[in-house]
């Protein structure tokens, strides 16, 4: 097994491994558990997503697509963001 995502949260992990499964890939979301020993202090480079090396090819760009959803700007006067009538009253 390889990693193919080093993930900021359990959340992006869980995200990019659904993404890969759904694709027919399989993946395993490494280290999640350990976020919860850290306390208050803030720790990076724990949580992981690995696929078989078999896989590393086909995962590579929906990772890739998936980590550039994640890291763009949301533009907070979009209206897509807010549909549900109870954010959009905000």
Same mark, same amino acid.
């Given at each position: 097994?390889?990693?193919?995502?080093?993930?900021? *949260?359990?959340?992006?992990?869980?995200?990019?491994?659904?993404?890969?499964?759904?694709?027919?890939?399989?993946?395993?979301?490494?280290?999640?558990?350990? *976020?919860?020993?850290?306390?208050?202090? +803030?720790?990076?480079?724990?949580?992981?997503?690995?696929?078989?090396?078999?896989?590393?090819?086909?995962?590579? +760009?929906?990772?890739?697509?998936?980590?550039?959803?994640?890291?763009?700007?949301?533009? +907070? *006067?979009?209206?897509?963001?807010?549909?549900? +009538? *109870?954010?959009?009253?905000?």
């Amino acid at each position: 097994m390889q990693i193919v995502y080093r993930a900021a *949260t359990i959340i992006d992990a869980n995200l990019v491994k659904v993404a890969l499964e759904d694709a027919g890939i399989m993946a395993f979301v490494n280290g999640e558990f350990l *976020t919860g020993g850290m306390g208050e202090l +803030p720790v990076s480079g724990l949580v992981n997503v690995m696929v078989a090396n078999i896989d590393i090819e086909k995962a590579q +760009p929906i990772v890739g697509e998936i980590d550039a959803a994640l890291r763009a700007e949301v533009d +907070p *006067t979009d209206g897509r963001f807010f549909d549900l +009538p *109870t954010l959009a009253a905000r």
